[in-house]
Nanobody, 124 residues
Framework: VQLQASGGGLVQAGGSLRLSCAVS????????MGWFRQAPGKEREPVAS????????SYVDSMKARFTISRDNAKNTVYLQMNSLKPEDTAVYYC??????????????????WGQGTQVTVSS
């Protein structure tokens, strides 16, 4: 399984970005997809996750109102729509695949495959 994250960039506070994670390889093995982020000097933290087939997204409470995870299985792509961005959202965002289907948020330790990360910078 290979993951390619894209869509990051520089945006002003209050703006929006949509991240994409293109998935290739043995996609039939994937159970859950997740987005994570890591700010400078901080540990990687979960943002949202979604079962690869069927089901709805799960979110970290602090991001639930502003972020939306979705998938397009026909395009083998997972998205993270981020609205009302804040400077504290500045981080490298990673997508990850878990071979197990999970209910609820996916944690870093669940990630079996990882994308390379895409930088999101929110200016005040």
């Amino acid at each position: 399984v290979q993951l390619q994250a894209s869509g990051g960039g520089l945006v002003q506070a209050g703006g929006s970005l949509r991240l994409s994670c293109a998935v290739s390889g043995d996609t039939f093995r994937i159970g859950t997809m997740g987005w994570f982020r890591q700010a400078p000097g901080k540990e990687r933290e979960p943002v949202a996750s979604i079962p690869w087939r069927g089901g709805i997204g799960s979110y970290v409470d602090s991001m639930k109102a502003r972020f939306t995870i979705s998938r397009d299985n026909a395009k083998n792509t997972v998205y993270l729509q981020m609205n009302s961005l804040k400077p504290e959202d500045t981080a490298v965002y990673y997508c990850a695949a878990d071979l197990r289907r999970r209910v609820g948020i996916m944690y870093s330790s669940n990630g079996d495959y990882w994308g390379q990360g895409t930088q999101v910078t929110v200016s005040s």
